[in-house]
């Protein structure tokens, strides 16, 4: 057995299997599997995206995993290589992406002898995968292919982030090994869900936190039959059925007034939610078809597959969509009248330019201004698993590879500057068609509106909360090569925004920062008085 003839079996496997696209970060112990990898995408098996930073090819790999919704392999080398993907591996574990991590690794006998980049690799991401396995260039072949098989079953039926840690001896070359011909391993589908009937009687709330278009949609369906107001989170893909302004009506008297809470998806957005789900006297109900569940308050009383909600008082309904509409029009109103760009109206603009396009919205504040605007159609990704910044732009990237149609993403500047990397891709690397738009407001703005933006902090704000940069983002974006300009007014913005998504641009919008608390808490006091 060799190296060689073990990286093309697990490479066969993996087309075998329906893998449609790969992430590479090259190194050498990884050798064998480059040559693998490229030769399939030469006949046509598999795409091969070949990314030099291992955390921003990490966020890569989720994107495009998030997208298509198959297992996507991220192969690197061995040593501190490994160690760059734990990032996207926790997000994948959180958010439920079938994340394939392929490592690179010397044999097992070599560990704790201070061999070359040999470090103990093989189970680094617990507890974060669904499962991990050594694979052996000296094992059988069939061991090879066995568990890449099933490496990629559980990543999709999880879903979430697997580890192939694969232990490659010298030679790592020895000649040109043809990839084998393999079957596929399938496994029979588990039985439908069942959904269970919850009686009317409860004034009931639906919330839809993240989600995937499946589950958006099975939220926005239940709400529909329920005839009961929806509360959905920008990227719950539920959110053209629901509320707009449900985040701030969480703070009326309508709020106060709910008994019964039917959760789908994975709510973090607001503290207003949060609130909510951890009443004494409110039924929390949770649906999950998989094994794991949401309930951070821990006062979920059933978790149950589906749910078929009996229809109840139409009035509860028309109450919730009469302030919605009353609300929203408040909400303009303020918005309206600021002399300034704000986060708001920045996020307001992308999401009328995106219209029923794919959208993906950056962590912090740009997320919870787009909670504001009344969002289409189309599909709508964030990083919600852990709310990190880190790895957006790769990931945006990685979706709008996937998914093969233009993308717009929108994201704050320090989400930016954090991974300005994963705006690089070498020469013969396909580039997506992707627009960021940045809405710059010097940092993080987000603080300012939280207790560390009281006044009595202003001292040490910017420093230890705020964090300005001082990096000229259109600059750092010239410098990888990428088209970019800047923005200040909503007419630019407009204007900029109206012109199609052809490659990779970016449009930074200089944002107001000094009014972004006064602004929030006067757009919750609005909720405090509506309904």
């Avoid at 694979?135 to 982030?161: D, H, I, K, M, N």
């Avoid at 929806?230 to 703070?251: C, D, F």
């Avoid at 709310?387 to 717009?408: E, F, K, R």
Wanted: net charge negative; hydrophobic share 45%; with cysteine.
């Amino acid at each position: 057995m060799s190296s060689p003839q073990c990286a093309v079996a697990i490479v066969a496997q993996l087309c075998a299997q329906g893998v449609t696209d790969a992430v590479l970060a090259p190194g050498s112990r990884s050798a064998p599997l480059a040559l693998a990898l490229a030769r399939a995408e030469a006949e046509g098996r598999l795409r091969l995206h070949v990314r030099v930073d291992e955390r921003s090819a990490g966020f890569l790999a989720l994107g495009l995993a998030k997208a298509s919704g198959r297992a996507v392999p991220m192969v690197t080398t061995s040593g501190t290589a490994v160690g760059n993907l734990m990032p996207a591996v926790m997000e994948a574990h959180h958010a439920g992406v079938p994340l394939l991590v392929i490592s690179a690794d010397r044999p097992a006998a070599l560990v704790g002898f201070g061999a070359n980049q040999t470090t103990d690799q093989s189970r680094l991401f617990d507890p974060f995968v669904r499962w991990s396995a050594r694979v052996s260039s000296a094992a059988p072949a069939a061991s090879w292919t066995a568990q890449t098989a099933r490496a990629c079953l559980l990543a999709e039926e999880g879903p979430g982030p697997v580890q192939l840690n694969v232990e490659l001896d010298q030679p790592l070359v020895d000649g040109d090994p043809a990839l084998p011909a393999v079957r596929a391993v399938t496994r029979g589908a588990a039985g439908a869900p069942q959904a269970v009937a919850l009686p009317a009687g409860p004034r009931t709330l639906v919330l839809c936190g993240d989600a995937s278009e499946a589950v958006g949609r099975q939220a926005a369906a239940a709400a529909a039959v329920g005839g009961l107001p929806l509360v959905a989170e920008p990227s719950s893909n539920a959110r053209s059925a629901a509320l707009r302004t449900g985040r701030l009506l969480l703070g009326s008297t309508l709020a106060e007034q709910v008994e019964r809470v039917v959760v789908f998806g994975h709510p973090t957005l607001s503290r207003p939610v949060n609130k909510l789900l951890a009443r004494d006297d409110v039924e929390l109900i949770v649906v999950s078809s998989g094994p794991d569940w949401v309930d951070p308050t821990w006062h979920a009383t059933q978790v149950l597959p589906g749910v078929l909600l009996e229809p109840g008082d139409p009035d509860w309904l028309a109450r919730w969509r009469a302030a919605d509409v009353e609300l929203s029009a408040r909400v303009d109103g303020v918005l309206a009248g600021q002399g300034v760009l704000t986060g708001p109206a920045v996020a307001a603009a992308v999401v009328a330019a995106t219209g029923d396009g794919l959208l993906m919205l950056g962590n912090s504040q740009p997320i919870r201004d787009a909670d504001l605007a009344s969002l289409g159609r189309g599909r709508v990704f964030a990083n919600r698993g852990l709310a990190g910044i880190d790895g957006t732009v790769s990931t945006a990237v990685g979706i709008a590879l996937a998914s093969d149609a233009p993308l717009t993403l929108l994201c704050g500047d320090l989400t930016f500057l954090h991974d300005g990397n994963g705006l690089t891709a070498g020469l013969g690397e396909r580039r997506p068609d992707l627009r960021i738009v940045v809405a710059d407001d010097s940092g993080g703005s987000i603080f300012a509106t939280l207790e560390y933006g009281e006044e009595r902090y202003a001292g040490a704000f910017d420093r230890v909360f705020g964090t300005p940069s001082g990096v000229d983002m259109v600059a750092l974006a010239a410098a990888h090569g990428v088209r970019a300009r800047r923005v200040t007014t909503s007419a630019e913005l407009a204007d900029a925004l109206t012109e199609p998504i052809a490659g990779l641009d970016v449009i930074v919008a200089t944002v107001d920062c000094a009014g972004r608390r006064a602004l929030n808490a006067r757009l919750n006091a609005l909720g405090v008085l509506a309904g």
